[in-house]
Structures are given as C-alpha cells and as structure tokens.
C-alpha cells in the first residue's frame, strides 16, 4: 500500500512521467489534467489513478534514480547515471564501505554513496560551499539516505580528517592539490577517483596521481547512446548527451 509521504511515479508515458511525495490535499499539474494526489493514497503501485480530464496515469515506485534525478533540487552540475555506476563498482564500494567525497554538490553521488554503502558504511562529504551542502541535505533527508552521511563544511586541499578509508572520490575543479591528504587517507588498496569535465584537468591530476606513487592509473570516457528500438527502425537515437565527464582511476599500493 502507498503510505502518506511515499515516494511515488506517475507515468503516462515513456516521455511524460513524473516523480513526487504522495500527500492529501495536494495535487499534480500536468498537461493532461490535475491528479489529485489524495487518489494516490488510495490506489497501489501497478494501479493507476486519472486526471481531472480522464486521462489514466500509471503508479509505479520510483527507482533511487528516478526520485535523484526528478525530484533533487540541484544548484550544481552533478555526476550522471553512467559515470555514477562506473565509480561504485570501479572503486568496490558496498555494503560497510568508508568513503570520503568531496564537493557534496547537490548530493546526486553522494546519495548514491550512502545507499550502496547501508547498513554500515559511513560516507564522508566534504564541500567548502555551506549553500550547496543545505540543499544536498535537504535532498538526502527526503530520502531517509541522510542517516550514514557526515556532512563537513571543509576544503579537502587542506585536510582530509578520516583514515584507513576504503575510497576517495572528488569532483572538483583541481583535485592535484588534494592528492596527499587522499593518499594520506587511503587504506593500502584503497582506490582512488577523480571526476573532470576537460583533458587538461586529467592530465594535470594524473600528473600528480603518478607523483604520488598511486598504481593502476587509468582514464576514461564512457559514451552512452540511447536506440530506438521499433520493428524495421532500429538504429541510435540521433542525439546523444556528448560530453559529461572524464574519470580518473587508481589505486594506493
Ligand atoms: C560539481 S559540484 C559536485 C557535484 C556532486 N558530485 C553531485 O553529484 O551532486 C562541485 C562541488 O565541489 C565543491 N568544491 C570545490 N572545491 C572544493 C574543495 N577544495 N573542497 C571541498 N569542496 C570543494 C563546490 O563548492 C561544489 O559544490
């Protein structure tokens, strides 16, 4: 059953679904009529609900990546699905995992972090930007992600307080100045990650990355194409999100 405050899809189609909290008394705008989203409370997921005008929606529950990306208040550019996936499993993060980030952001890593890492990891984020930490705290709370994050107000170029830590993650603009306090904080094995929109940034950290005697450095870009699959049709799409970011792997010995 769909609770009061749940977190719920309203889907009418592949392009138009929406992701919001179900609450008496408030309702849904959409091009398609108003949702009454009291009905919500009274129907289940795999049912459905109609606008004023009698247009049917669907009710699904959301994935964590359907509430992040729909439903986070955002004031920074944030790290998208693709690389997201790449940096957890790259950097072997799970369950009991101690992880420091940094710049919080809008907490789109960072609630993603806290999720893989339940019941007991512990996610440290750090961001010079006190702005930007409210709102990637008000984001995580309306989650329930907010309970094994350490939300600090710090500049990690100076000091990075956590040790024997599983893994570091900074998306920042100049992430060489931090390289010792995150070769300070690593466990030995503990990897390393750096997400960074140009190729000077790589070079420049990776320059100091190798420096720093860190192995296994490697860079990446990962593409993602999305395909219009229809019977006699199927081919990529024609446009494509180009250019997000480039990631930076490696490992203290
Ligand atoms: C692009 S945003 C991070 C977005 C975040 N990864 C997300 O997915 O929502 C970069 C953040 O880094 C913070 N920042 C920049 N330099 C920093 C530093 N030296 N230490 C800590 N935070 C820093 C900025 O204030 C900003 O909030």
Known sequence: MIKEGDWVKIYFNERKWFVVRAMKGRELHTDEGIINLSDVLKAEYGGSVRTHLGVEALISK????????????????????????SIIVRAGIGPGSRVVEAGTGSGVLTAFLAFYVRPNGEVYTYDISYGHQK???????????????????????????????DAVILDLPDPWNAVKNVASSLRGGGRFVCFLPTYNQVEKAVEAIREAGFIHVESVELLERRIKAKR????????????????VFSTKP
Not at 146 to 154: L, P, R
Not at 232 to 247: C, W
Request: proline fraction near 4%.
């Open 62 to 85: 959301p994935s964590l990546e359907d509430i992040v990306f729909r439903a986070f208040r955002r004031k920074t550019q944030v790290i998208y699905p693709k690389d997201i996936a």
């Open 232 to 247: 006699g049709e199927t081919r990529p799409e024609f446009l494509m999100r180009g250019h997000t970011g480039f990631l």
């Open 135 to 165: 709102i990637a705290k008000k984001n995580l709370r309306g989650l329930g992600l907010n309970v094994n994050v350490h939300f600090i107000i710090g500049d990690v170029r100076k000091t990075i307080h956590q040790k024997e830590v």
